[in-house]
C-alpha cells in the first residue's frame, strides 16, 4: 500500500491528451433538392398574372375538380384528379411546360440519371388552390421519376414546402439533432417559395403542405416527368 502511494507520486505526470483533429467527411447519399426562379424572365409581370387569373377560372369552373376535392377534404380546389390536359387547355400552361421541360431536363443532369440518350417527359400537371387553413399530408409521387411544383399566389403567411429525411423510417435510436444543426443534418426541411419559384424533387421524396395560415389562397401547379 505504502509501496503503492510512493510510486505513484514519483511516477511522471501523463502529458495531456491532445484534442482530437477530426476526421474526414465524406457526404454519401446525398438528397438534392432544386429551385429556379422565373421573375428574371421578360415579361414575368404579365406571365404570373395571366397563370393566376387562368388557374382561378379553370377552379371556378371545374365541378369535377370541385367534388373530387370536397371528397377528399381537400380545402380548396384542386384539378388533379379532373383535368389532364392542362398545356392543351391553355397556352399559358404550354409556356410553363416549356419553361419547366428545361429545368426538370437540367436536374436530371446534374443528378447524372443514365437515361440512355432519352428525356424525361412530362406526364401530368394539375392546379393547386389552397384556402386559408388548408393543408397536403405528407406523400411521395408514385410511377414518377421528377416531380415539382410551381409557385404562382404566395400571400403573406402561406404554407412552405416541407420535405422529410427518406431515411427517418431507418433512424430507429437516432438521436434527434439540434435545432441550432447544420441545413444537410436536420430530418426536415421547409422550403417557402415566392411566386415564380420552380422546386423540383426526385418523386420518392416525401414532402408535405403544412397549414396554410394566410387568408388569402395559395395557388401552385404541380407536375410529374416521368
Ligand atoms: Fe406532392
Known amino acids: 500500500m505504502l509501496l503503492a502511494c510512493l510510486l505513484r507520486r514519483i511516477a511522471p505526470k501523463q502529458p495531456p491528451m491532445s484534442k482530437t483533429t477530426p476526421g474526414q467527411i465524406t457526404p454519401l447519399f446525398v438528397t438534392e433538392i432544386y429551385r429556379a426562379d422565373m421573375t428574371a424572365r421578360a415579361g414575368f409581370e404579365d406571365f404570373i398574372e395571366e397563370l393566376d387569373d387562368t388557374c382561378r377560372a379553370i377552379a371556378d369552373e371545374d365541378e369535377a375538380g370541385q367534388n373530387w376535392s370536397q371528397q377528399k377534404a381537400y380545402l380548396g380546389y384542386t384539378s ?20 419547366l421541360d428545361g429545368h426538370v431536363a437540367a436536374f436530371a443532369e446534374t443528378l447524372e440519371y443514365d437515361l440512355h440518350g432519352r428525356k424525361l417527359k412530362m406526364d401530368s400537371m394539375w392546379i393547386n388552390v389552397l384556402e386559408h387553413l388548408g393543408t397536403h399530408s405528407g406523400h411521395i409521387h408514385p410511377h414518377s ?4 411544383t410551381f409557385y404562382v399566389a404566395i400571400p403573406d403567411g402561406a404554407s412552405s414546402l416541407r420535405f422529410e429525411d427518406p431515411r427517418l423510417a431507418m433512424m430507429m435510436n437516432a438521436p434527434l439533432r439540434k435545432p441550432s444543426a447544420r441545413q444537410d443534418h436536420q430530418a426536415f426541411q421547409s422550403v417557402a417559395p415566392q411566386p415564380g419559384t420552380v422546386l423540383l424533387w426526385e418523386s420518392w421524396l416525401r414532402h408535405e403542405v403544412p397549414i396554410n395560415l394566410s387568408e388569402d389562397v395559395r395557388i401552385s401547379v404541380s407536375f410529374n416527368y416521368a
Not at 388533379?80 to 419553361?99: G, H, M, Q, T, V
Not at 421519376?145 to 415539382?148: D, L, M, T
Open 145 to 148: 421519376v421528377i416531380s415539382g
Open 80 to 99: 388533379y384528379a379532373s383535368l389532364n390536359d392542362l398545356p392543351e387547355r391553355a397556352p399559358i400552361f404550354a409556356d410553363l411546360k416549356a419553361w
